[in-house]
């Protein structure tokens, strides 16, 4: 009996522990109202994110991504005729195509705001390893000019108001019903408990 109860309490401190180490757990007391969710879009895995360098331009320069045999498994260019077309493992799929089944982390293939960032899941010497998609990965070089290696904090940081002078102010620019200026403004009661909703 002795040795159940010990079991059973062992289980238990393991699934707390596992609970833990859940990057949403810290994120739960917002979801205590079912009419007012709050979930993440993607949680952060890697190790870095792999970007499009500086000096990338989407209407000339094209994207090859490799399989771990270094053979060509993605590759996105610009066509005059179709915009940004991405060929995943021999098939072609043109820009808003929802069958593309590439998915990295960000990925917007207009060629007017074109945007691309891969969660980088391991570093070997000369490769970065890069998430596909939810299941498959790809290679980058290391010495590919296309791309720059930004850590964690210098991707969020780039992606979020206070760099980008996009702040969001409620009093002074509230969220809107329609997009004119006479428009119902939105309210919601429980913005003084949950103050993420205070953008």
């Given at each position: ?106 990925w ?5 705001y ?17 998430k ?31 760099p980008?002078h ?6 002074t ?27």
């Amino acid at each position: 009996m002795k040795k159940i109860i010990t079991s059973i309490i062992f289980i238990f401190l393991c699934l707390d522990c596992y609970s833990q180490n859940d990057s949403s757990t810290h994120l739960r007391y917002l979801n205590q109202l079912l009419e007012y969710p709050f979930t993440t879009e993607k949680n952060i895995q890697g190790i870095c994110f792999i970007t499009p360098s500086n000096d990338f331009d989407s209407y000339q320069d094209s994207i090859i991504l490799n399989d771990k045999d270094n053979n060509p498994i993605v590759r996105i260019a610009y066509d005059d005729s179709l915009g940004i077309v991405t060929t995943f493992k021999g098939k072609v799929f043109k820009s808003y195509d929802s069958s593309n089944p590439f998915s990295p982390w960000l990925w917007v293939d207009n060629p007017d705001y074109f945007r691309l960032s891969f969660e980088c899941t391991d570093s070997t010497g000369t490769l970065y390893k890069v998430k596909l998609n939810e299941n498959e990965f790809g290679w980058i070089k290391k010495t590919d000019t296309n791309f720059k290696k930004e850590t964690i904090k210098e991707f969020i940081l780039k992606w979020t108001m206070e760099p980008m002078h996009l702040d969001f102010n409620r009093v002074t620019n509230p969220l809107k019903k329609e997009p004119k200026s006479n428009s119902l403004v939105i309210e919601n009661p429980k913005e003084d408990k949950y103050k993420i909703w205070k953008a």
